[in-house]
């Protein structure tokens, strides 16, 4: 071989070539990943936030935040509910049958004493039309002492209204009908809406606050009508309005479970007077429907498991207004802006991390959202609890997902192409460590390096066809690889018709020097057998010149992060080359640091020392003989 081909010469590229490039440039197969950086992702998070604005995670969140925000909490006994329940219908019948006189002599009971009589009196029981006018009028007559509220109730549909433009407008929400206590009850109390509506989902979260009517008329809810009529008998102001939503809802936080108002007082036992009247003084009392007959219950964000009566609604509502305890439910788009950058975080921080890493921060992401919602709650603020971190958990699967298949396709590349240069033990190894121990840049070794060269390639191939040239090259190339890797070296790269090699990297090997000795006598006694066939078949035969040094080098993957090579360089690897330039055919030329290495475990003959290029000195050369025979 000419010297001039093997450090002109194009070689192979080495196995672990690019390896460190793989974090950089990502898997542009698969739709996560790719060199366009965030991109997809960002498209995935958009389209999350977008699904989310437009409700398609409700029936999810909704359930999360009930769970989340309403708890109870300790009330303070200013609100009784009395209840119209299954121990008075049995008294007195069914409700249908009751005449007005009954809530008349209740309501004359609880007022009797001007001193100890209740602040306030809420009859959650609508009273519309006239009937009597003797019973009539004695209800009215005891619901004017000024303390009572009664309750009115709207029916709701759908209007369709042509206007001018020729445009048609709906209203989902427009009143249709409207019954209010009958004129002589009516002039006598406070009036406030009974109202109960569901969300899509069928719980009960939020309460109408006002009720407008057609001809222009607001009214209060029962609620606010209560409250506002407590505080002005306390002297107090009406209390601050709640934040409501575009279509005047506002989000009730609840005090109390099912129950909790409830202090089973019947008003049967207001009419046999077994509860004495001052039990109630200044305080709310709430009379209404509490058995389940009566059709007054709904499942609230309080509990989704046992059914809330109304009048226990409205108990909650009073508590909540009472105490200003207001909650405003943050803006769907900016929830949905904060959830689209919360997504692209995450991803960045998912992004190429092991399975173990994600899980964790996967976990802290999540718990910290929940506890911040909460804590953001708490403050008055009412957020979708769900969307960032079923978000974030999109991300999560679609990471752990984009770093398994980039995983799996680089074992993949790295086994088909990797072991046709080293040692199937040490990819194995090298894949269980992980690739990213092998990115740009380098470590100082202690190694074996190798050089080997066909010596007569040159004369040989000018009497041989180029198809000859090129089937007796890779003949001698296949077995220099394969006595490389079957003494687990380090196949560096071919230059023209030589190979280099080296071992004691990427990972320790304790014997690496005799290692390498190894492979160069198999390499020689391999040749032997090769040039005979070739004698035979063309006539003429080459042998291999082999050098081997060993030393300090550096290792690692030399170049650039678009194209790199794992090679290894320095002044070790330059001697074992000027070894291999002179060492004549089917001879092992080796250094003494070799032989020292090695002692009395191989046969050699010292040369002296010879003059190598690029030493300034003479430098000893011996000769491998072959290994130590063991003793007989």
């Known amino acids: 071989m000419e010297k001039s081909g093997r450090e002109e010469g194009a070689g192979v590229r080495t196995w672990l070539k690019n390896v460190g490039k793989t974090r950089e440039t990502g898997t542009a197969a698969w739709l996560f990943a790719g060199r366009g950086g965030f991109l997809p ?26 769970a989340l925000y309403q708890k109870r909490r300790t009330v303070d006994g200013r ?24 809530m008349a002599r209740i309501l004359e009971y609880l007022n009797a004493s001007p001193d100890a009589r209740p602040a306030v009196i809420g009859l959650d029981v609508l009273y519309s039309g006239e009937t009597d006018p003797v019973k009539d009028g004695r209800l009215a007559e005891a619901a004017g002492a000024g303390n009572v509220v009664t309750a009115a109730a709207a029916g709701f549909g759908r209007t369709v209204e042509f206007l001018e433009d020729g445009t048609v407008e709906a209203d989902e929400q427009a009143v249709l009908s409207y019954e209010e206590p009958y004129p002589a009850l009516k002039a006598g109390t406070a009036q406030g809406h009974i109202n109960a509506m569901y969300d899509r989902d069928g719980i009960l979260r939020r309460a109408l606050l006002e009720l407008e009517l057609p001809d222009g008329r607001r009214i209060p809810s029962f609620a606010l009508a209560v409250a506002s009529l407590y505080l002005e008998r306390e002297g107090e102001q009406p209390p601050e309005r709640p934040p409501t939503d575009s279509r005047g809802f506002w989000y009730l936080d609840f005090a109390g479970q099912p129950g909790d108002y409830y202090e089973y007082i019947s008003v049967a036992d207001l009419l046999d007077k077994s509860v004495p009247a001052e039990y109630f003084a200044d305080r709310i009392v709430l009379i209404g429907p509490y058995a389940a007959g009566l059709q007054d219950q709904y ?112 074992k993949r590349r790295v086994t088909s192409t990797f072991k046709r240069y080293v040692a199937p033990e040490i990819v194995d190894e090298i894949l269980k460590q992980g690739a990213g121990r092998l990115e740009l840049g380098g470590r100082l070794c202690e190694i074996a390096v190798l050089f080997v060269d066909i010596r007569g390639f040159t004369s040989m191939s000018e009497v041989l066809t180029p198809p000859q040239v090129v089937e007796v090259l890779n003949r001698y190339l296949s077995l220099t690889a394969s006595c490389i890797m079957e003494n687990g070296g380090t196949l560096d790269k071919f230059i023209g018709d030589a190979a280099m090699a080296f071992w004691g990297a990427p990972l320790p090997d304790e014997d690496f020097v005799m290692n390498a000795v190894r492979a160069a006598l198999d390499m020689r006694e391999g040749a032997a057998g090769l040039g005979r066939e070739l004698e035979a078949q063309f006539g003429r035969s080459v042998s291999f010149g082999i050098g081997i040094h060993t030393g300090p080098a550096v290792v690692g993957n030399i170049g650039a992060s678009s194209r790199m090579d794992y090679t290894a360089i320095g002044d070790t690897v330059n001697t074992a080359s000027r070894l291999e330039a002179n060492a004549p055919g089917g001879a092992i030329y080796i250094s003494r640091a070799v032989a020292d290495a090695l002692g009395d475990r191989i046969q050699a003959a010292s040369l002296g020392e010879i003059r190598l290029k690029g030493k300034a000195d003479g430098f000893e050369v011996l000769r491998l003989l072959g290994l130590a025979q063991p003793p007989e």
């Open 41 to 66: 992702w960002a498209a995935v998070a958009a389209l999350f936030a977008l699904a989310a604005f437009g409700g398609l995670l409700y029936s999810m969140d909704g359930p999360l935040c009930d």
């Open 299 to 410: 499942i609230t964000s309080a509990n989704h498991a046992q059914p809330m009566y109304g009048v226990e609604i409205q108990a909650n509502a009073v508590q909540a207004l009472l105490e200003e305890n207001y909650k405003q439910e943050a803006p769907g788009l900016a929830q949905a802006a904060v959830l689209f950058a919360a997504m692209l975080f995450a991803a960045h921080l998912f992004r190429s991390r092991g399975l173990r890493s994600c899980i964790a921060l996967w976990a802290l992401l999540c718990g910290g959202c929940l506890w911040a919602a909460k804590a953001a709650y708490d403050g008055g603020l009412v957020l979708h609890a769900l969307w960032t971190p079923l978000g974030i958990t999109v991300m999560f699967a679609g990471a752990v997902g984009d770093n398994y298949l980039r995983n799996a396709l680089e």
């Open 79 to 102: 609100i009784a509910v009395v209840g119209i329940d299954e121990r008075a219908l049995e008294a007195l019948g069914p409700f249908q049958n009751w005449d007005r006189e009954l």
